[in-house]
């Protein structure tokens, strides 16, 4: 009986997942990524490093002035700017906060404990060259 049940279960939700996955991507909603960085984008391997994550997001079907905006800020090696720019993009409200590196993570957890962070740590080279 249990696994009867079980296997209509999966039987349905295979075949209505389609449907679920089209109403979730036709929804109109912009969603709105905060992207902190400590380094220099100006940094070919850092620049593409970035232009992956966005090529990821292009292919989960995210495409930037439809259905995402990403507001990108580096300090450039000034971590003393960390929480300004933090501030700055916590009042464009975005829906999550992409923090880059040790010293923008740990900006970000003291910013907000609303806004989900995704942290993408690392040894902060920055720190080693000061």
Do not use: C
Request: hydrophobic share 50%; no cysteine.
């Amino acid at each position: 009986m249990l696994r009867r049940n079980f296997v209509r279960i999966i039987g349905v939700a295979t075949i209505a997942w389609p449907w679920i996955a089209r109403a979730q991507q036709s929804s109109n909603k912009v969603w709105r990524v905060a992207h902190i960085y400590p380094g220099k984008l100006d940094n070919p391997a850092d620049l593409a490093m970035y232009d992956v994550f966005r090529g990821r997001l292009r292919e989960l079907g995210y495409i930037e002035g439809k259905n995402l905006i990403i507001d990108q800020r580096s300090v450039e090696g000034k971590l003393e700017q960390l929480p300004a720019l933090l501030d700055e993009l916590i009042s464009l409200r975005p829906d999550v906060i992409v923090a880059i590196l040790n010293s923008a993570i740990a900006a970000a957890q003291k910013a907000t404990s609303t806004i989900p962070i995704i942290m993408a740590p690392g040894i902060n080279r920055l720190a080693w060259a000061l």
